[in-house]
């Protein structure tokens, strides 16, 4: 009997010593992410520990800005998704050094090698394709070439690269298939695209999803993991592609607020998205996981060897965003 009663108080001791003392409390996010990513990772981090999630959910521009105005009184922890070398070479001061326990282990490409934010997932950039409206149209859309077809005009959704990070990622990925960043071809087609959208611009990126998917619009300039939830949720009128011309993964990162009022548990939840559990979780949701240890699970993401993948210069469009941007806008107020 005193045998069991010491294994029992021994296990216990283990238990506590396995649970952060910290592992309660609050927890205030903001976050430019999709539904899936906050039911699939940002609610079950809070249940698993016992935390409070306070969510605020915003485009990545809208994050930034807030954090930004915020600065002398933080009111977020964490910003979770929307976090590129872009922000942070743009808003070093706005986030907390930390580097996040499993960060080793990561692929080098993909470590916390500035010490300020934690990759976890990698997202691709797509079209999104109403096949009804597509049908009508009697045309085929597999590339960004077709995107030019004038059966298109008007009926093409994209949001504002200077605030959508999605549109943004869009950009950089048109620019570098269609002959590079400076390339004058490629800004030819960039200019091209924008006379093709006829003046509009979606109010962020979850409504270029949502046009294309309600028939607003016959294609969508967007990325993999809500066009992919649309189809894990029953979608039959709409349909993924990766363009013809090569589609590009990026990291998707997190980061602590500098000045987080819970500061233990923003470092527990930065630990906990490249933990294998979270990995592996992410794995059957509508992303990939930066651990190849995890491959997918998820049937309706097409297998990566299957698609044309194009690598972006990460480094030279974040220390050229502001630029790129620039040309951008003064396209669009030319053609509009």
Excluded at 136 to 150: C, E, W
Excluded at 191 to 203: A, M, P
Excluded at 256 to 270: E, P, R
Aim: net charge neutral; aromatic share 10%; proline share 4%.
């Amino acid at each position: 009997m005193k045998r069991v009663v010491k294994v029992t108080v021994l296990a216990i001791a283990v238990l506590a010593l396995s649970v952060p003392a910290f592992a309660k409390g609050n927890l205030v996010v903001y976050s430019p992410n999709s539904d899936g990513e906050i039911q699939g990772i940002l609610y079950p981090f809070g249940e698993k520990y016992d935390i409070k999630i306070s969510l605020q959910s915003m485009g990545t521009g809208e994050c930034v800005s807030k954090i930004t105005a915020e600065k002398a009184n933080p009111q977020a922890d964490v910003m979770f998704g929307g976090v590129n070398m872009g922000v942070y070479l743009n808003g070093k001061d706005l986030f907390q050094q930390y580097v996040a326990k499993g960060n080793d282990i990561l692929p080098a490409g993909y470590q916390n090698t500035t010490g300020y934010f934690t990759n976890y997932l990698l997202s691709g950039s797509n079209l999104l394709v109403n096949t009804d409206l597509e049908k009508k149209l009697g045309i085929t859309i597999t590339s960004y070439a077709d995107l030019l077809n004038p059966a298109l005009k008007g009926k093409i959704a994209s949001a504002d690269p200077t605030s959508s990070s999605s549109a943004w990622a869009q950009l950089c990925n048109i620019l570098l298939v269609e002959g590079g960043y400076e390339s004058p071809q490629a800004w030819t087609y960039v200019e091209s695209l924008i006379k093709q959208l006829s003046g509009k611009l979606t109010s962020g990126s979850s409504a270029v999803y949502k046009g294309v998917y309600q028939g607003e619009y016959v294609v969508g300039l967007t990325y993999e993991d809500p066009s992919v939830a649309l189809l894990v949720d029953g979608a039959t009128n709409v349909r993924v592609v990766y363009p013809k011309e090569g589609a590009v993964w990026l990291p998707a990162a997190s980061a602590i607020v500098a000045g987080a009022k819970n500061l233990d548990n923003a470092k527990l939840f930065m630990d906990y998205i490249i933990s294998d559990e979270c990995q592996k979780t992410i794995a059957g949701l509508t992303n990939r996981p930066v651990n190849p240890k995890f491959p997918n699970t998820n049937k309706y993401l097409q297998p990566i060897s299957s698609i044309k993948v194009a690598y972006e210069d990460i480094l030279y469009t974040a220390t050229n965003k502001k630029a790129i941007q620039k040309k951008w806008s003064e396209l669009w107020a030319k053609n509009n």
